[in-house]
């Protein structure tokens, strides 16, 4: 069992940057791949982006590239995603998500947390 638990969101202007942090209550990252997904009201949930440090791999998703990064600590069980260039549209609440195996956009994880609310002023 994987529990994983978000911080760091909160209100920004337009253009600011935040932090989120996903903390893993177990050695993840050597088998699993962590990925952070988002939600906004009345929209579907939306892949932003994971990592797996087995085969040193991060993926993101094309709204989000060039802005966003991944990254973690490995000796934390951390995963962190740094939010530059924020967008009204990036208003969203957002929560990681563990799986076996490889970072896939489409795939099943079993393991998320609670979330955490980001909203990006104009």
């Known amino acids: 069992q994987v529990q994983l638990v978000e911080s760091g969101g909160g209100l920004v202007q337009a253009g600011g940057s935040l932090r989120l942090s996903c903390a893993a209550s177990?050695?993840?990252?050597?088998?699993?791949?962590v990925a952070w997904f988002r939600q906004a009201p009345g929209k579907e949930r939306e892949f932003v982006g994971g990592?797996?440090?087995?085969?040193?791999?991060?993926l993101y998703a094309d709204s989000v590239k060039g802005r966003f990064i991944i990254s973690g600590d490995i000796a934390k069980n951390t995963v962190y995603l740094q939010m530059n260039s924020l967008k009204p549209e990036d208003t969203a609440a957002y929560y990681c998500?563990?799986?076996?195996?490889?970072?896939?956009?489409?795939?099943?994880?079993?393991?998320r947390g609670q979330g955490t609310q980001v909203t990006v002023s104009s």
């Open positions: 177990r050695d993840t990252f050597t088998s699993y791949a």
């Open positions: 990592i797996r440090w087995s085969g040193n791999t991060t």
């Open positions: 998500a563990a799986k076996f195996g490889a970072v896939l956009g489409g795939a099943f994880y079993p393991y």
